[in-house]
C-alpha cells in the first residue's frame, strides 16, 4: 500500500444493495463510507491495480451505482488519501488521526482516530454531536450507562468516556470493520478498559438489550435508520434520559423530531451545522 493507487467513487441515488456492499469488500483493498452535502451515502474503494473491465465483470449480476475513477499518485496513499484529516477541535476535544507523528499541542483532550474504514472523523455530524455530548457534560448531566448505536470509528464513546470516566457505554455497529476499528482506537487512546465494543444490526445485540435502559443514547446515523429505531430509542432510554439522534438534513428536520416527539421524546436543543441536523432530546 506504499505506492500510488486507484481511487473509485460511486454515488448511489438510492438505497444500495448487500451485493453491491460485499463486492466493495471483496474487490478492493480499502473501502469506506461517506456522506454527500445532500445526505446522501457515498462509497470509495481504493486497489494499487484497477482493472474496469473486471470490474463491471465481477459486478454483472447487479446495477453498480454512479461512479468515478482517478489515479492517486503518492508514496503513501494509505496515509495521504484514506487516513488523513486535519486535526480540529471542539469544545473539550482536539480529534486528530493516526497519520500524525505527534499528538498535537492542545489543552484540551487529545483523541487519536483512525477512520479508514469507518466513518467518524472530521464531519458536521461528528462535530455537532461532540458539541452536544460537552453541553450536556456542562449542565452537570452524569449518565451511568450510555450506549452508542452505529459507532462508526467510535469517536463518540470515545469522547463520553473521557468526560464519563465511570459511565458504562456500550458501543455497536452492523459493520465489523467499524467494530475492529473502535476497538483500535479505543486501544489506541487507553480507553478500551472503559467500553464494550460489539456488533449489533441496531439493539438487537443482548449486549445491548441486557444492559438497558440508558441514560444517554448516542445515534449518529442516517434519518431511515432513526426512524427504524425510534421506538427501540424511546424503549431502551431511562426516564429522564438523552438521546442524541444525528445525521439528517435540513428537510428531514421534522420528520426526525416530530417521529421521536410522538413517542414521548422532548427536543432540548437543535445544532446545525449547514444542511446537517443534530437533535438532543429528552424522555420526559
Known sequence: MMSSCWQVIFSPKENVSDEFTEFLEDFFEVSAQNYDDDGNDEYIGY??????????????????????AEKLESSNWLKDYVIRFAPFETDKFLIYGIHESHTPQTDKIPLQ??????FGSDHHTTRSCLKAICDLHNQGFAPSKILDIGTGSGILSLAATSLWPNAEIIAVDIDDEAVLVTKTNAENNHLDSHIQIAQSNGYQSSLVTDNSPYDLILANILARPLLDMSNDTVTHLSSKGYAILSGFVDEQEQW???AHQQLGLKLSELYKSENWRTALMQKE
Not at 486497489?47 to 447487479?62: A, G, I, N, W, Y
Not at 482516530?113 to 469507518?118: F, G, L, R, S
Open 256 to 258: 426526525v423530531i416530530n
Open 47 to 68: 486497489c494499487t491495480v484497477f482493472d474496469e473491465t473486471e470490474m463491471l465483470k465481477q459486478s454483472s449480476h447487479f446495477q453498480l451505482p454512479p461512479y468515478k
Open 113 to 118: 482516530i483512525y477512520a479508514a474504514t469507518a
